[in-house]
């Protein structure tokens, strides 16, 4: 296994390259990988001068301007035969002769004359081309745009679009030579809509193997990418909200797949009680809590996220309340596509035991619940989903919402932060709530009159 940090690498075909510098024109529509075939030969102006003249910073960003980019082709080279002496390599399609060199004057005035000016052969390979400039040559300007991919472990992962079919296995290909240390390279073939969020995907090339070791925000996961979520993209967001949550809180984390919030918050001294329903989740939670040796602060459950909140949340909230009324309490619902819909759960959660539940606001617990907002949704905004999913008019005003990414150009991935207030903990299911702000009134009044 190999231990890496998950990493976005964009291989968007950002600038058009130059002609001359491009691999060959053959090599366009290729459908099986053929290294051999990237071969060329380029006659590459130069110009031979003093070494210390690159020293001089306007003379070396001049120059930088204009010489070549190419992987493992040096723009400035030493003359072995010439001690004191290099030569600067330059873009055909930027320089052609003496006169187009923009810092020729200033060169001129140093003793550089057109004399130093000739041409080298230089023979291109395979090995001076990244991914991109080689995806590029192959389905060509106008072809579809392989826009980037992910890296989990040594796990490529793309999300290729219906006109990349022809080109499946050559992309496959050069990703797996190009990458350092990758020794899988697949594609998602589906959206992620089962019961436990593992993604439907084809191995393009290399290893079938998807077990890998990652590392983020300073803790270590293991995970076997073909039967569990993990998503590179989130880790920012990870690191967000573990920092955000104090130290010393408790919290629950219903959907917490491999822990990618529940190990570093239980490494920074939050008690966690964490849970997921996909049991090999469950299983790599278990090591990932004894990997990173936070097995006396986190706590690992293999439930349905409502039975969950129904029974080990709602028993230890008690239990919390009874040893530390102050205690600050968190429970964080991060799967996006499904989790509003559970929030019912919590209307009613303390009916019947209502004199366990603190008065005090700043002890009721915390909901950091993602959800996905959607352009023209019909099943409305978050926030309208929201009231209609907990049964329960919430202030407005009292709900904080983060972005957290942009999944697609009409969809965002979010993050509502609210209170649950202790009248809907604590209301009979079938009552009809009034708001959040009108039932704080009438408890205040209550408290005052009582």
């Known amino acids: 296994m190999h231990l890496l940090k998950t990493i976005n690498f964009p291989i968007r075909f950002i600038r058009k390259m130059s002609s001359a510098l491009a691999p060959p024109i053959t090599v366009r529509g290729m459908k099986k990988l053929d290294k051999n075939a990237f071969k060329k030969e380029v006659d590459v102006p130069c110009l031979r001068l003093k070494s210390h003249l690159i020293s001089i910073p306007d003379i070396l960003a001049g120059l930088k301007a204009q010489t070549i980019r190419l992987a493992k082709i040096k723009a400035f080279q030493y003359l072995p035969e010439e001690p004191g002496m290099r030569i600067a390599v330059f873009d055909p399609d930027k320089v052609a002769a003496w006169e187009e060199i923009d810092a020729k004057d200033r060169l001129m005035e140093l003793g550089v004359s057109a004399d130093a000016f000739f041409l080298k052969t230089i023979h291109f390979s395979w090995e001076n081309w990244t991914s991109g400039e080689i995806l590029q040559a192959i389905i060509g300007d106008d072809g579809p745009n392989v826009a980037g991919f992910s890296t989990v472990g040594h796990i490529v992962h793309l999300n ?33 809509d089962n019961e436990f969020r593992n993604i439907s995907y084809e191995v393009l090339a290399g290893s079938e193997d998807l077990q890998t070791v990652v590392k983020e925000n300073a803790c270590t996961f293991h995970l076997d990418y073909a039967h569990v979520y993990w998503n590179p993209r989130l880790g920012r967001e990870h690191e967000r909200l573990t920092q955000e949550i104090p130290s010393n809180a408790l919290m629950y984390d219903v959907f917490a797949g491999i822990g990618p919030f529940a190990v570093p918050a239980g490494k920074r001294g939050c008690t966690v009680l964490a849970n997921d329903l996909n049991p090999v989740s469950y299983d790599y939670l278990l090591k990932n809590i004894t990997l990173n040796k936070v097995g006396n602060r986190v706590t690992a459950y293999n439930l349905d996220g409502r039975d969950f909140i129904r029974t080990v949340v709602k028993d230890n909230m008690i239990l919390q309340w009874k040893c530390n009324p102050n205690a600050s309490i968190h429970i964080v619902m991060n799967l996006p596509a499904l989790a509003e819909e559970f929030v019912d759960v919590f209307r009613g959660l303390f009916h019947g035991s209502e004199s366990d539940v603190p008065a005090d606001r700043n002890s009721l617990p915390t909901v950091h619940l993602y959800c996905f907002d959607k352009t023209d ?19 407005r005003h009292a709900i904080d919402r983060h972005f957290v990414r942009q999944v697609a150009p009409s969809k965002d991935m979010i993050r509502l932060r609210f209170l ?3 009248e809907l903990l604590t209301a009979a299911r079938e009552e009809t709530l009034v708001s959040s702000t009108e039932s704080i009134l009438i408890r205040e009044e209550k408290d005052i009159s009582g």
Do not use: Y
């Open 420 to 422: 649950l207030p202790w």
């Open 377 to 395: 949704d019909p099943r409305g905004v978050p926030l309208d989903r929201l009231d209609r999913n907990i049964g329960w008019k919430m202030d």
């Open 160 to 192: 290729l679009r219906p006109e990349h079919d022809a080109f499946k296995q050559v992309v496959g290909e050069v990703i797996l030579d190009k990458i350092p240390c990758c020794r899988s390279v697949i594609n998602k073939t589906n959206v992620i």
